[in-house]
Structure formats: structure tokens, C-alpha cells
């Protein structure tokens, strides 16, 4: 479950406030949610033998999506099931492969584990630390990261735990969830503006500035898990 404080962990808060939920529930994989009644006194949730697996959970056979790239500069891997992304790593990696550059900074890095030859750019090999600053710059920025599961378990924590009489211990949790947001966003955006330095400045990022960047967001990830405990 999740308020306005972990919408706005999990980028669910837009520019128009009309457009933003006061609360989201995330649903077992089996059920299937939808517009009922205020007070739900018609159906809200039903179990469906034909259809389940409903779209707005987090569960890993609700998020795991597939990608697929073909065409000169794509690495004739195969199926690569290392490489964690999700839908904002697309542009990225078009825009490396075009050879173009967008006016605005991008919410997610290109996929250049499944480039090849010309088209992967130099700074992003894995002998610099391009690779190791991408893979936790995702962890901690996307939705279903681990950074971002671990803070709507913490979430669900505070929102079950308010009562009638006492929510200090729900705003001891929101508070916190607060801070670790506001730590997340100037981490995250460190890592993206020297991840598209490196995708489209040829800029490396060196080794001691990825581990340094790298211990941040594993700190962040075990703050994240302790609050959710």
C-alpha cells in the first residue's frame, strides 16, 4: 500500500495534482481490482478462473517484461537475462544508436551491455565504471528496484500501523520514508547526469568515483530493508 509520501518514491506523482491518486493499492497477482462502490458494498476485488495476473501489481509476473532489438549495433546475444531495465531505458538506447541527443535529461540509461562495435560508445565499456554506476542507478530509481520495493513494504508497515488514538508511529515511518526519498533523488541524479555524460559526452566515469557512488545506493537499499523490517 501506498500514500502520497511513497507515490512520490515510486515517480507515481505527475505535474497536474488532479491526476494523483490520495492512495494506491498494490493487489495480489491473482486478483483483479476494480471500480466498485465508496464503500465497496459492490464488488471491488474478484478472483476470475479465466483471467488473473492483473496490470498495477509489483509482483515479478506483473513487471518482467521483455525487449526486443535487432539491427546493426545490436550485440547477436541472444536472450540476455542479466541486464535489469525496464520501459525508461528504451529512448536512451535509441538515441545512442541513432547518434542523437535529446534536449532534456533522461529518467533512464542506455542499454549498452547489448551494443556492439561502433555503435556502443567507448566511456560505456566495462572496463570503466559505467556499467557498475548503471546497474545500482537502476536499483534505487525504478519503481520495482530494489530501493523501491523494499520502501513499500516500509510503506504498507506505517499504513497498517495507525490507529484511532496513536499515528506516531506512522509518521515516524512517513517521515522517515521522506528522508530516504529526498537522499535517493540527489543520488539518482548524480548517477544519470555522469551515466549520459558517458552515453553521449564521452565522458568515463572513473573507478573510484563509480565504487564511491556505488557504496551510496547499497547504503540507501540496506536503509530501505531496515525500515521495512
Known amino acids: ?3 502520497t509520501v511513497e507515490m512520490q518514491t515510486l ?11 490520495t492512495f494506491t493499492l498494490f493487489a495480489d497477482p491473482n486478483y483483479f481490482l476494480f471500480h466498485g462502490a465508496p464503500d465497496c ?3 471491488c476485488v474478484t478472483e476470475l ?3 488473473a495476473w492483473n496490470h498495477g501489481d509489483v509482483q515479478p509476473e506483473i513487471v518482467t ?12 546475444i541472444g536472450v540476455d537475462s542479466t541486464t535489469w531495465s525496464d ?4 529512448r536512451p538506447t535509441l538515441m545512442v544508436l541513432l547518434g542523437l541527443k535529446d534536449d532534456y535529461g533522461h529518467d533512464g540509461r542506455a542499454l549498452t551491455e547489448d551494443l556492439s562495435g561502433w555503435a556502443r560508445p567507448a566511456a560505456t565499456k566495462k572496463s570503466n565504471g559505467y556499467i557498475t554506476v548503471a546497474q545500482m542507478y537502476k536499483q534505487i530509481n525504478a519503481a520495482v528496484g530494489k530501493f523501491g520495493l523494499a520502501t513499500l ?11 484511532a488514538s496513536d499515528d506516531s508511529t506512522y509518521t515516524s515511518l512517513e517521515n522517515q520514508l521522506a528522508a530516504l526519498t529526498h537522499d535517493r533523488d540527489t543520488l539518482a541524479h548524480q548517477m544519470i547526469a555522469l551515466l549520459e ?11 573510484r568515483t563509480a565504487q564511491a557512488l556505488v557504496a551510496q545506493g547499497q547504503a540507501l537499499i540496506a536503509r530501505a530493508n531496515a525500515l521495512a523490517q
Open 87 to 90: 520501459h525508461t531505458d528504451i
Open 49 to 51: 478462473p479465466g483471467f
Open 1 to 3: 500500500m501506498a500514500d
Open 153 to 163: 513494504q516500509a510503506s504498507t508497515r506505517a499504513i497498517e500501523s495507525g490507529s
Open 41 to 43: 458494498t459492490s464488488p
Open 65 to 76: 517484461t521483455w525487449l526486443g532489438m535487432v539491427g546493426p549495433g545490436i550485440d547477436q
Open 197 to 207: 555524460g558517458a552515453e553521449f559526452d564521452g565522458n568515463a566515469i572513473d573507478q
Open 11 to 21: 515517480h507515481m506523482i505527475t505535474a497536474d495534482p488532479r491526476r494523483t491518486p
